[in-house]
């Protein structure tokens, strides 16, 4: 294995003793990170706004307050908004408080690679990133387990920011699973790629394509939904649980024989090579750019995607099969 894996001997939790986490944003990720490093026994602080987020974090015992007194109490600033948001609440709220000594930290690098957030000389820059929701990130750390995370150092000038950042990532639990240093660049990049080509935009646009195929040709779209919806959350699983051999142990031979003569007629080379400009964009900036100038503008095209998203059938039909899944 070309890079080393950390786990909890490789973190010191009391490099943590005296100081306050201010983790700014009370999201999913935001509530699970907290939650589990004062589970930890770090003293941790929330900076949130008025709403549903302030109220939540009043429910699970903290005394939430606002962005800019956290930011001025907090040795260690951890942000957690939507990385659209970021920007513009450093600027506003945070930025003059971020002095000599403190630890500017984030779970994702977004806004410090593409320059949306400059940290000023003298503080340390960390990410510490759990590779999972936040949802996961507090219930295997609850089961006394943790989700896998990354590591990545983008400024060091007290010589113990790998220390921070590593006993932050032991606090979350994630260095029971394991712990991957990384660069800022190399998260970012690559969660961005990630996103975009296989995880979010390249299996939904497959699903979609799948089941408008099978209703266009007549069959059934309830018949379609379970084919190219339902059922591959149970692929995933077996994939998960032991690679893709171990999916193909399981699935028929039949199955595992279309794999190898369909699937490249599918995705084939030119898929990899339109991968490739994806990359290239995020690399070079042009997505970020393109994505900030869309959130700036009020994200018009953004949520005319999701409306259209929730009018397509394959969502209607959705939601009548599942609801035949649910409890009565």
Request: net charge negative; hydrophobic share 40%.
């Amino acid at each position: 294995m070309s890079v080393k894996i950390l786990h909890d001997n490789d973190a010191d939790l009391s490099v943590l003793k005296g100081l306050t986490v201010g983790v700014i944003g009370y999201g999913s990720q935001g509530r699970a990170q907290s939650l589990n490093m004062r589970d930890s026994g770090v003293n941790v602080i929330v900076g949130v706004r008025q709403g549903p987020s302030f109220n939540k974090a009043k429910e699970d015992g903290f005394s939430p307050m606002s962005v800019s007194d956290v930011a001025a109490k907090a040795d260690i600033i951890h942000i957690l908004l939507p990385d659209e948001t970021q920007g513009g609440v450093y600027e506003t709220e945070i930025k003059q408080h971020v002095k000599t000594g403190k630890v500017l930290s984030c779970s994702h690098g977004f806004n410090i690679v593409y320059k949306q957030i400059t940290p000023p000389e003298g503080v340390d820059v960390i990410m510490v990133a759990p590779k999972a929701p936040g949802t996961e990130v507090r219930k295997t750390y609850s089961a006394g387990f943790g989700v896998p995370g990354l590591v990545a150092i983008n400024a060091d000038k007290t010589g113990n920011a790998l220390k921070i950042a590593m006993a932050m990532a032991k606090a979350e639990g994630l260095t029971r699973a394991g712990v991957l240093e990384c660069t800022f660049e190399q998260e970012t990049y690559e969660d961005l790629f990630g996103e975009q080509a296989v995880l979010c935009g390249g299996t939904v646009q497959l699903i979609k394509y799948g089941f408008e195929t099978l209703t266009e040709a007549g069959y059934p779209p309830e018949m379609a939904y379970f084919e190219c919806l339902h059922e591959l959350k149970l692929i995933v699983d077996l994939i998960y649980e032991g690679g893709i051999q171990k999916m193909n142990e399981v699935i028929s031979n039949t199955a595992e024989w279309g794999e190898y003569v369909s699937g490249p007629r599918i995705i084939d080379p030119s898929v990899k090579t339109r991968m490739k400009e994806v990359l290239n964009d995020i690399e070079s900036g042009k997505f970020a750019k393109e994505w900030m100038a869309e959130a700036k503008s009020g994200a018009h095209k953004l949520k005319k995607n999701r409306e259209d998203l929730g009018s397509h059938t394959i969502e209607i039909v959705g939601k009548q099969i599942r609801s035949l899944f649910e409890k009565k």
